[in-house]
Structures are given as C-alpha cells and as structure tokens.
C-alpha cells in the first residue's frame, strides 16, 4: 500500500545521505520533494503542511547542520514526526476496561467491510483473550446481512444472536443485551446497519443505538482504498457519534496510503486496528512506529518475527533445527520450510518487512522476478510435490529419467527442477560445514568457513 510513497523517500533521502554536509537550502529542497511525495500519496493539505512544517522547524537547526551525519538525521526527523502524525509510538489496544457484557459499537458506510470486520474482532477476542463473544448483527437494511454475521459467528467459534424477523435496530440491540447478561457473555459486538453515503437517518439510527447501550468502544471501519473519503467518512462519524476508534480495511492493498496518514490529525481518533486480508484471522494492531519504518525503508522487523511467532509450529521448528545440526536435511524438510512461510502470506509481503526491501523488490523487478510467490514457492513447492518420499529423502538417486518425469508431473521444465536440486544440494553443503565446524569454529573462521571451498562471501 505504501510502496510508491517508499518509493519516493528512499529517492530523497538517498540524495540526502550522499551530501557531505547540509545547508538550509538543501534541506528546503528535500522538504519540497517531501510536500509532493505526501500530496500524490493522497494525503489531507492541511496535514501535509502540518508535517513540513514540523520537520523543517527541527531539521533546520544547529542540531542537524552541525551533525556528523546530517542526513541520517533528517531520515530520524521525519521518522519521528510521522510517528507522531500517526497516533505515537505504540499500539492502542480496543478498551476492555468495563463491567461485563461489554458492548463494542462497529459503525461506517456499507461496503467499508463492517460485518467481516465485526467477524474478525470476535475470532481475535475469543481465541487470543479467551473472552466469551456474542456477535449480533443490527442491519435490517441489507439483504442477509445478518445471515452472514451467523456464518461469520460460526467460523470464529463463537455466539450470533438468533435473527427475529421484524425486530428495529434498537429492539435488536435490547435483546442483545439482555441476551449477554442471562448468558453470561464477556463482549458483544452489535454490528449496525451502513448506508452507501453519510445521510440523517443513518446518523439517528447509530446515535439512538449507541444512547441505548453505552459502547466501551465505537469502532469506525472504513475502506484504506477510498482514500481522501474514508477521512471525510471518520471526520462525519466522529462528529455525530464520538468515534473512539478506527479500524482500516484493505490496508493490504494498493490505495495510496495517505488516508492512513491524514487519519488521526483529521479525525481525531486513533487507528486501532487494520485488515491485511480477506481472510478471518487477516486483523492486526496498528503500530504507527512500525508503519513509519516500512514507509521510510527501514522494514517492520519486529512484526516479520511476531508474524512468525504466530504461525510457525515451535515443536516442528526444533526438529528440524535438531536435524540440521547434525547436517541432516532433505527436500521433505525443505518442503516443510516452504509450507510455513506460506502460512506467513505472500513473500512480497514479507521481503517488504524488511530494512531496504523497496530496493531489492525494484530490482528483482527489473530482473523480471518481482512476482516471487508465482515464480519460485509455489513452483518448488510442486516439484518436490512430485517427487516420491523415497526421492524426497535421498535427492541424490534423481537421475534423468526421474527428472523428466518429476517435470511432468509438476507442470515445470528440468532445467527448473536441476535449479532446486541445485540451491538444495548448496544448502545440504552449508549445513554440513556448520555442523563439522561446530559454534567455535564458526566464530574463529566465519562465514567464509561455510562458502564451497572456503571461499569468502562477496
């Protein structure tokens, strides 16, 4: 989502770092490039000139001119001030501080992705603080919208209240109420009713809702992809309602990202949570120190481990860190690898969590590679599939005949399944290597040690 907008700071503060020493004038020339870079990124002017301001009234002084490395510290300057722009260091979790059955308000216009959302809160509730979640579902305006709430409710693993035809909004939201409190319910999420523009009734109906149950939270959902309007939507909803909180969807997209950016300074209320997908458990916090990074080239590190954390099996990890200390490791294991990191997403996603990734991802496009899943994962991943286990264990009885008919099967050509057998057989030698030269001898030596030949890496 935010790869043009990387894009361009990575060109500006490249220019930056390549100066020896900065006067004012260079700094003014580089803010300038910034001011154009936030603007065709779509974000608000007044927080455009805002942000400009904030950065040259810090970067202009003695601090920066004088300093050894003064265009690494216009780089942490405009790191700071876009943290700040984004809500601050650290993420703001969703209020649970109030006595049970605490009501969470999901509000915003139809289409913002409200219900999935709604979907998604509960499953994150449930299965990270083991809360008991009813989801109720208060739009009586579209068509079985509160049929896909239940079917939500059940893919989640958690309560929807039972849909009474004929019910209002507001005998929709009692009875949910009422329903939490005999049942013992931690949260209930009550799911209200969109409308395809900002109009009275819409209002009415929310203001009456939320009179009704006093939310701990009031969560607006709107769309990352409809840019400069989703600040317009949060500005309309705040004012009405009180927005406590925002949620942006399809932050996986390629909309600009400046409707991320203008959020908070516009609206008035922090970003508490964004979709990265369609799928249910596609709902992460939003780090503003973390955004910034990915946006300035400096990667996401923290999350890329946390991600993994999440999804890799700890006990499959040990076994196969076990095996290749010993410098045991064959194409099932190999396979293994390729299985976990697709439950991490798309690589794209991954390499752009990485400090300097806009760099490497422009030059693999360049290389006519860009699209990593299609060309490299997913074809290994079907190559080893055709392979037998006997072939899989010992990749070495793989001869000509077998190749072609692994091809074959997989849909590629030998010369694809000579380049796997070819990077595995440079990974079984690395691993060996490791293990004969032990922890000592890897740090007497270094990684020169384990290169063909000890060869030193260049």
Excluded: C, W
Excluded at 34 to 48: G, K, N, T, Y
């Amino acid at each position: 989502m935010f790869e043009n907008l990387s894009g361009k700071f990575s060109g500006v503060f490249d220019r930056l770092r390549s100066r020896g020493a900065l006067n004012e004038g260079d700094v003014n020339d580089a803010l300038r490039e910034v001011r154009l870079a936030l603007l065709d990124a779509d974000v608000a002017l007044p927080v455009v000139k805002d942000f400009v301001a904030r950065v040259r009234e810090r970067a202009v002084g003695q601090e920066v001119l004088d300093s050894v490395s003064p265009g690494q510290q216009v780089v942490k300057i405009v790191n700071d001030v876009m943290i700040e722009q984004l809500g601050g260091a650290g993420a703001v979790p969703v209020n649970l501080n109030a006595v049970a059955p605490i009501p969470i308000l999901m509000v915003g216009l139809q289409g913002s992705g409200k219900t999935t959302t709604s979907g998604k809160l509960a499953l994150r509730f449930n299965q990270r603080l083991r809360k008991k979640v009813l989801l109720a579902s208060l739009d009586t305006q579209r068509p079985a919208a509160q049929l896909q709430l239940a079917q939500l409710a059940e893919q989640a693993g958690v309560a929807s209240l039972p849909i009474v035809a004929g019910e209002t909004p507001l005998q929709i939201a009692h009875r949910a109420m009422d329903t939490a409190r005999r049942e013992v319910f931690d949260i209930v999420i009550l799911d209200t009713a969109g409308r395809l523009s900002i109009d009275q009734a819409l209002m009415d109906e929310v203001k009456a809702v939320r009179a009704a149950t006093s939310p701990a939270e009031t969560l607006l959902v709107v769309d990352a992809m409809t840019g400069q309007d989703a600040v317009n939507t949060a500005r309309a909803f705040n004012e009405a309602v009180g927005v406590t909180g925002i949620v942006m969807t399809r932050m996986d997209g390629d909309a600009r990202g400046g409707a991320a950016l203008s959020m908070r300074a516009i609206a008035g209320a922090p970003i508490k949570l964004v979709g990265m997908g369609e799928k249910i458990d596609a709902l992460e916090e939003f780090h503003p120190e973390r955004v910034a990074g990915r946006i300035l080239g400096m990667g996401d590190v923290v999350g890329l481990v946390e991600k993994a954390a999440e999804v890799i099996d700890q006990e499959e990890a040990e076994k196969l860190a076990r095996k290749m200390a010993k410098g045991r490791f064959d194409l099932e294991d190999y396979a293994k690898q390729l299985k976990q990191i697709n439950k991490m997403g798309s690589l794209s996603s991954i390499l752009g969590m990485l400090p300097g990734a806009n760099k490497i991802q422009a030059q693999l496009e360049a290389a006519g590679q860009g699209d990593l899943d299609k060309t490299m994962l997913k074809r290994q991943a079907a190559i080893i599939g055709s392979m037998t286990p006997k072939e899989r264990r010992a990749p070495d009885i793989i001869k000509a005949s077998r190749k072609k008919r692994i091809a074959a099967g997989s849909g590629t050509s030998v010369q694809e399944v000579n380049k796997l057998l070819k990077q595995f057989d440079d990974m079984s030698g690395m691993m060996k290597r490791m293990s004969k030269l032990g922890q000592k001898g890897l740090m007497r030596h270094g990684l020169g040690a384990l290169m063909p030949g000890n060869r030193r890496p260049y």
